[in-house]
């Protein structure tokens, strides 16, 4: 069950947040991070799930330009990701009263929470779980981008998408497509935040991933300052929470007893 839906005000404009289970004052708080096209809303159940299993809380939201949360101007710097891990998602954990948490980031979410992660010194953090983030930039993945855009144009993705941004559809799409397709990308890398990670890593990807090759997770835990393991999914694309929901349910789990222990 949600247990409260509502707004945080940002910096920047409202941040759609959803919060399930315990309050941050009584668990340690599971921050979720949604990937490039994603909002709070397409995580469906698997925070509540997670939140379940581990005795934890769950704080999933939508960046701006997303689901319900308030637009943002277009277009998005090629630096964005460094603003939503060092501005944005900082100032949300201190709204919301997180005193702890673990952070689990989908793709573009997962590269967020590497780059706050690395950032320096997190006394909140406990630790991070990633599923197909991305440390550098691959010719992978600008194809699959590029297939995504002629979908969105010509396919049926934008009507997809539209059932859960809403009015914020285009802004949400374009935003994150027209930086990853600019020519200036190829060069974004954030490895140098891996060394500065303390916190203990889990970095899950699918073997069929269509937007990262094995590459992205063998730079993560092999350059992680901390303890960091890897977990590659067979029968698995770039959603593992979505194309393996047990399996990942109950690597995650596992790993978030750990720290707690």
């Known amino acids: 069950m949600v247990r409260e839906n509502g707004y945080v005000k940002s910096g920047?404009?409202?941040?759609?947040?959803?919060?399930?289970?315990?309050?941050?004052?009584?668990?340690?708080?599971?921050?979720?991070?949604?990937?490039?096209?994603?909002?709070?809303?397409?995580?469906?159940?698997?925070?509540?799930?997670?939140?379940?299993?581990?005795?934890?809380?769950?704080?999933?939201?939508?960046?701006?330009?997303?689901?319900?949360?308030?637009?943002c101007d277009l277009p998005r710097p090629l630096r964005f990701m460094h603003h939503e891990g060092q501005t944005v998602l900082p100032e949300l954990l201190e709204k919301t009263g997180v005193r702890d948490c673990i952070l689990i980031g989908h793709s573009d979410g997962g590269s967020i929470a590497i780059i706050h992660a690395g950032n320096g010194p997190e006394v909140r953090l406990r630790g991070l779980v990633t599923m197909a983030a991305h440390v550098f930039c691959e010719s992978l993945t600008i194809q699959s981008i590029q297939a995504a855009r002629k979908n969105y144009l010509e396919g049926d993705l934008r009507e997809k998408l539209k059932k859960y941004h809403g009015r914020n559809?285009?802004?949400?799409?374009?935003?994150?497509?027209?930086?990853?397709?600019?020519?200036?990308f190829k060069k974004w890398n954030i490895e140098a935040f891996l060394p500065g990670i303390n916190a203990p890593l889990l970095a899950i990807q699918g073997k069929e991933d269509p937007y990262g090759t094995p590459a992205q997770v063998e730079a993560i835990v092999g350059q992680a300052g901390g303890p960091a393991d890897p977990l590659m999914l067979?029968?698995?694309?770039?959603?593992?929470?979505?194309?393996?929901?047990?399996?990942?349910?109950?690597?995650?789990?596992?790993f978030i007893r750990k720290i707690k222990a």
């Open 12 to 71: 920047s404009g409202r941040l759609e947040v959803r919060w399930y289970g315990p309050d941050p004052g009584e668990a340690t708080t599971l921050v979720f991070l949604h990937e490039g096209l994603g909002c709070a809303a397409m995580w469906r159940d698997f925070p509540s799930d997670l939140a379940a299993a581990t005795g934890c809380g769950a704080l999933v939201y939508s960046r701006l330009g997303y689901g319900r949360s308030d637009a």
């Open 169 to 184: 559809v285009d802004c949400a799409f374009w935003g994150w497509n027209d930086a990853w397709l600019h020519p200036d």
């Open 234 to 254: 067979d029968a698995c694309g770039h959603a593992p929470h979505r194309d393996r929901p047990n399996a990942t349910l109950r690597a995650m789990s596992n």
